[in-house]
């Protein structure tokens, strides 16, 4: 279908995106033996991020917030202190539990600012 052929460019292009950070924590993944995929809590210690299964953090700087049920087009994501960028661009102040858009092919994720 056209929905979904557009739904597969979305997330190639957000792959295409972020290849190369991707590669940048596969190198150092393989020289430390620190996960790319990471708990928020690791990522976060001592923060009470324990409890929290919906979120992960892809290396030090993605936070990724799927969408886990279906039909739902927004979602709450805690952030952890500093700023963040909701899909790279709009500016989130961390420390809060934000609530976000995230309509069927939006991939919910924010990128700590610098």
Not at 35 to 62: N, T, W
Not at 86 to 92: A, K, M, N, P, S
């Amino acid at each position: 279908s056209k929905n979904g052929q557009k739904l597969c460019k979305a997330a190639a292009d957000l792959h295409a995106r972020y290849s190369g950070y991707i590669v940048e924590n596969v190198k150092t993944s393989a020289k430390t033996g620190e996960p790319i995929v990471r708990h928020l809590a690791y990522q976060y210690p001592g923060c009470g991020y324990e409890k929290i299964s919906d979120e992960f953090m892809l290396g030090d700087k993605i936070l990724v917030a799927p969408v886990t049920e279906k039909g739902v087009t927004k979602r709450k994501v805690v952030l952890p202190e500093g700023k963040w960028l909701y899909l790279g661009e709009t500016e989130y102040a961390g420390g809060v539990t934000a609530e976000v858009d995230a309509p069927i092919g939006v991939l919910p994720y924010f990128v700590a600012a610098k």
